[in-house]
């Protein structure tokens, strides 16, 4: 997906969310362009931050911080050996996301906005809980406890919540699943033994008709070996 070539900057300046963190530095392992670029601008970072920083006026700091929020830097030239010249002019937009510079009196004084202080982000699973199409189905689970599947078509993703749920049995594991429309099952991740947790699922969650649990051998199997002791059905998602 070349839009990750994008990212380099946000990634370097810990501006991205975690889904597209996550997905950027999966993408880091395979592109060594990518990696070259988020070093060289954690460098700069790194030099910026020993000048001096002051406070600006909260006027210039909603200025700079908008225009950078619409900077983006182009996607790489991919050649086998770049030279120090094409490094420069590549590095260049992103440094502009990287630090604004002001020039006061006869000195340069550096003013880092990620240095102040940033809303909180939402984490992975709370962007799913508030998305605006985030689709709910809940389950009694009687004795074993009870869970919600929450799922976001906009982030393709499905989370689960659960209250009082026992642990599972000796030498086995609680596994969630999706499944496709036609029935077939992937596996989305183990459930840590916790009485109430929040979890997301592993895997493409859009298309999925419904969410089961099993119990498996330890360390989870490749497909079901038991029945559900839990299907939420998608479809009848509310």
């Not at 963190?21 to 970072?45: G, N």
């Amino acid at each position: 997906m070349s839009d990750l070539h994008k990212l380099t900057g946000a990634y370097a300046v810990d501006a991205l969310d975690d889904l597209e963190r996550a997905r950027f530095e999966q993408h880091l392992d395979e592109c060594d362009d990518c990696r070259f670029e988020v070093a060289e601008l954690r460098e700069t970072a790194a030099l910026l931050a020993d000048s001096v920083s002051i406070s600006p006026p909260a006027s210039l700091r909603d200025s700079v911080l908008a225009g950078i929020a619409q900077v983006r830097p182009l996607p790489p030239v991919v050649t086998p050996m770049p030279t120090p010249a094409t490094t420069l002019r590549r590095r260049l937009p992103l440094l502009v996301a990287a630090a604004a510079v002001l020039i006061v009196g006869l000195g340069a004084v550096v003013w880092q906005p990620w240095s102040e202080e940033t809303p909180t982000r939402l984490t992975a699973a709370e962007q799913i809980l508030d998305a605006p199409d985030a689709q709910e189905v809940f389950l009694d689970l009687g004795d074993t406890g009870q869970a919600t599947v929450t799922r976001s078509k906009s982030h393709d993703r499905a989370v689960i919540q659960t209250e009082d749920m026992t642990a599972a049995p000796e030498g086995k594991d609680y596994e969630l699943w999706l499944m496709s429309p036609d029935g077939v099952f992937t596996s989305a991740g183990l459930m840590p033994d916790a009485a109430d947790q929040t979890l997301v699922l592993d895997g493409s969650a859009a298309d999925a008709a419904a969410v089961g649990i099993t119990v498996e051998p330890d360390g989870g199997s490749t497909k079901p070996t038991s029945e559900p002791i839990a299907l939420f059905d998608l479809t009848q998602a509310t």
